[in-house]
């Protein structure tokens, strides 16, 4: 009995959510080697403002992986749990993350160590990585050969 696996063999469910947020991390990702590669090509040669500034994509790029990450928790916390008023975690996560932006600026704007700009820069990739899920979500099925229902091989909708 092979309990509606393919081919007999039992295959581990995926979780939607830990495949969602490891497709969001993948955009950033992307989303941040487009960054550095700009940086690597705009900023002067033999400046010290390159490295700076690839130094602070990529530490942009490391708050907004936390920062997806502690919307993930935040989100799963407050629709498991049982309390009578859910929306209390999110919105106590929304400032935490907003602290945490706002101080990151401000002591990138306030330090020589690497520029405020750069630093919402690596920051700002969350937002095309978000918008980018999808297309990566539709790589990785393509690329492990399960096309999800209802999807032609393009990832248009057939059957209309």
Same mark, same amino acid.
């Given at each position: =009995?092979?309990? &509606?696996?393919?081919?007999? @063999? =039992?295959? !581990?469910?995926? /979780?939607?959510?830990? #495949? @969602?947020?490891? +497709?969001?991390?993948? &955009?950033?990702?992307? %989303?941040?080697?487009?960054? *550095?590669?700009? %940086?690597? *090509?705009?900023?002067?040669?033999?400046?010290?403002?390159?490295?700076?500034?690839?130094?602070?994509?990529?530490?942009? #790029?490391?708050?907004?992986?936390?920062?997806?990450?502690?919307?993930? #928790?935040?989100?799963?916390?407050?629709?498991?749990?049982?309390?009578? !008023?859910?929306?209390?975690?999110?919105?106590?996560?929304?400032?935490?993350?907003?602290?945490?932006?706002?101080?990151?600026?401000?002591?990138?704007?306030?330090? /020589?160590?690497?520029?405020? $700009?750069?630093? $919402?820069? &690596?920051?700002? @990739?969350?937002?095309?990585?978000?918008?980018?899920?999808?297309?990566?979500?539709? *790589? *990785? #099925?393509?690329?492990?050969?399960?096309?999800? +229902?209802?999807?032609? /091989? /393009?990832?248009?909708?057939? &059957?209309?």
């Amino acid at each position: =009995m092979d309990n &509606g696996k393919r081919g007999g @063999t =039992m295959e !581990k469910e995926q /979780d939607p959510l830990k #495949c @969602t947020v490891r +497709e969001v991390m993948a &955009g950033i990702a992307v %989303c941040g080697g487009v960054e *550095l590669l700009i %940086c690597l *090509l705009v900023v002067g040669q033999g400046s010290d403002l390159k490295w700076k500034s690839m130094a602070g994509v990529v530490l942009g #790029c490391l708050a907004a992986a936390g920062l997806f990450w502690h919307m993930k #928790c935040t989100v799963k916390q407050a629709l498991g749990g049982r309390e009578a !008023k859910p929306f209390i975690p999110v919105r106590a996560g929304y400032l935490i993350r907003l602290v945490a932006v706002a101080g990151l600026i401000l002591l990138a704007a306030f330090t /020589d160590f690497v520029p405020a $700009l750069a630093v $919402l820069a &690596g920051l700002l @990739t969350l937002k095309p990585a978000v918008y980018l899920q999808p297309v990566i979500h539709r *790589l *990785l #099925c393509r690329r492990q050969g399960n096309v999800p +229902e209802g999807q032609g /091989d /393009d990832g248009s909708a057939s &059957g209309t």
